[in-house]
T-cell receptor, first 111, second 117 residues
Framework: SQQGEEDPQALSIQEGENATMNCSYK?????LQWYRQNSGRGLVHLIL?????REKHSGRLRVTLDTSKKSSSLLITASRAADTASYFC???????????FGAGTRLAVHP | DAMVIQNPRYQVTQFGKPVTLSCSQT?????MYWYQQKSSQAPKLLFH???????NEADTPDNFQSRRPNTSFCFLDIRSPGLGDAAMYLC????????????????FGPGTRLTVL
């Protein structure tokens, strides 16, 4: 069963706007990761946030983690058409080295 | 550049005809994973190898098998593909310290899109 659920399922914005995607999960975690997937391609790791961290930045990406609410958000600032992709959160909650992926948010950024 | 390579990128097979997908890595990672991803869905883990130790997910059909002859290569064998097995198959690797250790960044290959006729 999926650990992470993402919201919204789809997001359509104009270039230059900010995009926010949310992820909720069910059990306690060791870390939470965000991945991007361009259409028909493999996943690319964006950022990892550990359970003892609350916020992390990487370039135009900002990730927050609220372990009390079992939720995370990914903010992409000043979006570009090249940011058009699906974004997945994934959680590690112990055992067998594996991640559990959420259903993903499909982001479309229009020029 | 170090990377995860999957071959072929596109595979067409007939219903019931065995097919093998391959994955190789130059990252020297100890864990290799196979995921199945259907359209607009999340990747679903089929199994993974921690070094030579094979770990099958409970809901992975027996139709799916895997081999890891050495650190660099891992194969996915589908013994009798059905129409429902048409999907993108993703290979990934990571470096993990200790079986059951924290899973950090996974590095994905570009995927193999399987079509079953």
């Amino acid at each position: 069963s999926q650990q992470g659920e993402e919201d919204p399922q789809a997001l359509s914005i104009q270039e230059g706007e900010n995009a926010t995607m949310n992820c909720s999960y069910k059990t306690s975690i060791n870390n939470l990761q965000w991945y991007r997937q361009n259409s028909g391609r493999g996943l690319v790791h964006l950022i990892l946030i550990r359970s003892n961290e609350r916020e992390k930045h990487s370039g135009r990406l900002r990730v927050t983690l609220d372990t009390s609410k079992k939720s995370s958000s990914l903010l992409i600032t000043a979006s570009r058409a090249a940011d058009t992709a699906s974004y997945f959160c994934a959680t590690y909650s112990g055992g067998y080295n594996k991640l559990i992926f959420g259903a993903g948010t499909r982001l479309a950024v229009h020029p | 550049d170090a990377m995860v390579i999957q071959n072929p990128r596109y595979q067409v097979t007939q219903f019931g005809k065995p097919v093998t997908l391959s994955c190789s890595q130059t990252l020297n990672h100890n864990v290799m994973y196979w995921y199945q991803q259907k359209s607009s869905q999340a990747p679903k883990l089929l199994f993974h190898y921690y070094d030579k130790d094979f770990n099958n997910e409970a809901d992975t059909p027996d139709n799916f098998q895997s081999r890891r002859p050495n650190t660099s290569f891992c194969f996915l064998d589908i013994r009798s593909p059905g129409l429902g097995d048409a999907a993108m198959y993703l290979c990934a690797t990571s470096r993990v310290q200790g079986a059951g250790g924290p899973s950090d960044t996974q590095y994905f290959g570009p995927g193999t899109r399987l079509t079953v006729l």
